[in-house]
């Protein structure tokens, strides 16, 4: 006799070194810019960068990864549980007569429908898998993306001030040719680093809804695979 | 120069950027106003502090208060996209 089947439910853990979420790996730091810079992206960007990453990235995805794993384990439990059926079946294999010819058949639709199971619910833990790894290589990319718009933001924070210094006539009579004309450069810069950012959020959230379609498509399986009741004796 | 150049933390490995930035710095806190952010620029210049940790400090706000809030209030009448067309093309 095999393992029993129920062996597989043990406690799930987040299978890959745990993903950092997009706080961890940003740092407080880089999570609560100054507000100036947050201001500053606003004017060249049109939004607040951090509190859109929050909003569209964030998410407990080392849950998701830990339901992944608990999913794969639903699923080992239904081949062991399978594998288990099917040595009963082998067992009763001599058997003859009406009722022998039952027993095998019952036990084969059942050994069927389980493996059918099985093979649902491990596509759908291997779904949340690559969901929340494409989450999380999200968080990692808007990690860096964040931190590099920062760090122009900053540097233009310090030019303005100092050219705002230098114009002894006061800032009025600056006007934005001349901030323009000091960090133009840097302002591209955080431009471009958005539009790359939001070009990269795009292509990952087209490939995850895809993946939740996939795995839609094994929820309905596996609500339509019935599974034999084994008579209670 | 005898000391080894430093390279400020947000001029990403970028010299001359960072003696831009350095050299801003150093006319903010040449300009007066507050010796606790004059302090924080020399222990900058000395590569003792990074300027992302400087952009932390309350030095640093009450600095952007004075001199950039100005600023950032006269961008809001115009956009960063007019901006870019009033200027000629950067790389040339």
Known sequence: M?????????????????PDLLERTL???????????????????????????????????????????????????????ATAVGEVHGAVAPWEGSAGRAAGLR???LHSALDEQAHAVQGISGQLEQIALAMYELNQTFAEILSAITDAGIRVLVRLASTSVAAATGVGALGSAVIAASSLVDLAIISDLWKTAIDVHTKVWTTVQG??????????????????????? | MDEPEIVVDVARGDAALSREILASLRSIADAGGDPA????????????????????????????DRLVAPVLEALRETTYEDLVERQPDPEV
């Open chain 1, 107 to 109: 036990l084969a639709d």
């Open chain 1, 27 to 81: 740092g407080l730091y880089y999570l609560s810019p100054s507000f100036y810079v947050a201001e500053l992206c606003k004017f060249v960007v049109g939004t607040d960068p951090w509190a859109w990453a929050a909003q569209y990235c964030g998410g407990d995805w080392e849950s998701v990864l830990r339901t992944s794993d608990g999913v794969s384990k639903l699923a080992a439990f239904h081949r062991g549980y």
């Open chain 1, 211 to 233: 993946l939740m379609g996939v795995l839609a498509g094994n929820l309905a399986k596996i609500e339509n695979i019935e599974i034999p009741r084994l008579l209670t004796v």
């Open chain 2, 37 to 64: 952010f004059a302090k924080l620029v020399e222990r900058v210049v000395s590569g003792e502090l990074g300027v992302r940790e400087l952009a932390g400090t309350e030095a640093f706000s009450s600095m952007l």
């Open chain 1, 2 to 18: 095999s393992a029993r089947p129920d062996e597989a439910l043990v406690e799930p853990t987040a299978s890959d070194p745990v």
